[in-house]
Structures are given as C-alpha cells and as structure tokens.
C-alpha cells in the first residue's frame, strides 16, 4: 500500500520536473493542473487505504474557477482557512452563486479541495494526494469537471459534475410525461 501512494506521488513529481508558478487563471496554470488531475485520475491512486480506480478526464470550466477564485481571495484577505466563508456561505453557495448551475440538469455532485502554504502546483498536488479525503475527491467519477485558484498560498479546487437529461427525456418533460422532483436543499 505505501507502495501504491509512492508511486502516485512519484507520479505528480515525474509530470512536472520544474516548479510552476504561473498565475492563476493563465493558460499554463490551467494546463498543468488538468495534466496533473487527469494523469492521476487515469492511472488510480490509493488514498489512505482505499484504491481509488481510474476515472474519466476532467475539463476546466470557467465558473468552477471563478468560485475557486472568490474563496482563494476571501480566505487571504480576512486570514482565515475553512471550506466555510466567514459569512457562513457553503462551497454549494458559492459555486452556484459562480454560475455553476444545477437546474435543468438531470445530476449535480461539487466538490472542493483547499491548501495552504505551498508554493507551487507539484506541491500542493502532492498534498491533496497524501490526504485521503482530498485524493478521493480527486478521483471521484461523478466530478466531470474542475477550476483551480492560488491567492498568496492558499488554494482552491472546485469540481463539478453534471449529467443532462437526454432528448428523449426533455421531450417527455417539456409535453409534461415526465416530472421533475427535487431532492436537493431549497433552490438558490
């Protein structure tokens, strides 16, 4: 099992031989992270003590970084470090309030990574990697998507994933075959 969790960190290492300190929201931040995530995610991982299988690529989505963006700020300009704003938002409150949408879709999951103190991608992926809870989320099939921010050492990783309603499936909505039940918290 250690093994296992050496050679997925030898992995993120082996990705990326120098440190990466472009900005947040630059195409080369942006491409080194789906490579890491995606490298990771196609191979599998143990975290902790439960394999995690490979999983399908995520892509960027502009409005997961906007929220992860937001939060990033938030935490170090009042000097704080939780998934919690200091105005009691969730990540689910921000995320949605970023644009990431849950209506109209047929299945929402989100989830969020945060860190603090590293310097650069390679180490801040090797961290989310050695914390059982961050890798899964790394690694979990229902996130199809992922925005990435850095804001003077702490970092925030949004992913999302949702699953629209085939045509055969609007067609039965829209005539008004086929209702729709929520089962999430109230709408935002």
Same mark, same amino acid.
């Given at each position: 099992?250690?093994?296992?969790?050496?050679?997925?960190?030898?992995?993120?290492?082996?990705?990326?031989?120098?440190?990466?300190?472009?900005?947040?929201?630059?195409?080369?931040?942006?491409?080194?992270?789906?490579?890491?995530?995606?490298?990771?995610?196609?191979?599998?991982?143990?975290?902790?003590?439960?394999?995690?299988?490979?999983?399908?690529?995520?892509?960027?989505?502009?409005?997961?970084?906007? /929220?992860?963006?937001?939060?990033? !700020?938030?935490?170090?300009?009042?000097?704080?470090? $939780?998934? &919690?704003?200091?105005?009691? +938002?969730?990540?689910?409150?921000?995320?949605?309030?970023?644009?990431?949408?849950?209506?109209?879709?047929?299945?929402?999951?989100?989830?969020?990574?945060?860190?603090?103190?590293?310097?650069?991608?390679?180490?801040?992926?090797?961290?989310?990697?050695?914390?059982?809870?961050?890798?899964?989320?790394?690694?979990?099939?229902?996130?199809?998507?992922?925005?990435? /921010?850095?804001?003077?050492?702490? !970092?925030?990783?949004?992913?999302?994933?949702?699953? $629209?309603? &085939?045509?055969?499936?609007? +067609?039965?909505?829209?005539?008004?075959?086929?209702?729709?039940?929520?089962?999430?918290?109230?709408?935002?």
């Amino acid at each position: 099992m250690r093994r296992l969790i050496l050679s997925c960190l030898f992995m993120v290492l082996f990705l990326s031989s120098k440190v990466y300190s472009q900005q947040t929201g630059t195409p080369e931040f942006k491409h080194e992270f789906l490579k890491q995530i995606n490298h990771v995610r196609e191979t599998g991982c143990t975290c902790g003590t439960i394999y995690m299988p490979p999983a399908p690529p995520l892509t960027w989505n502009d409005n997961l970084e906007k /929220a992860a963006q937001g939060h990033a !700020w938030d935490m170090s300009n009042n000097n704080y470090f $939780s998934h &919690t704003s200091r105005d009691g +938002r969730s990540m689910e409150d921000r995320i949605v309030f970023a644009g990431y949408i849950f209506k109209g879709f047929k299945s929402f999951a989100i989830g969020e990574n945060i860190a603090f103190g590293q310097n650069d991608i390679n180490e801040v992926m090797n961290g989310w990697i050695k914390s059982p809870g961050h890798c899964k989320n790394l690694l979990n099939p229902q996130f199809k998507e992922v925005g990435v /921010a850095e804001n003077h050492k702490y !970092w925030v990783q949004d992913f999302g994933g949702r699953q $629209s309603f &085939t045509l055969e499936q609007q +067609r039965e909505i829209k005539s008004g075959q086929l209702k729709l039940v929520s089962t999430s918290s109230p709408e935002h």
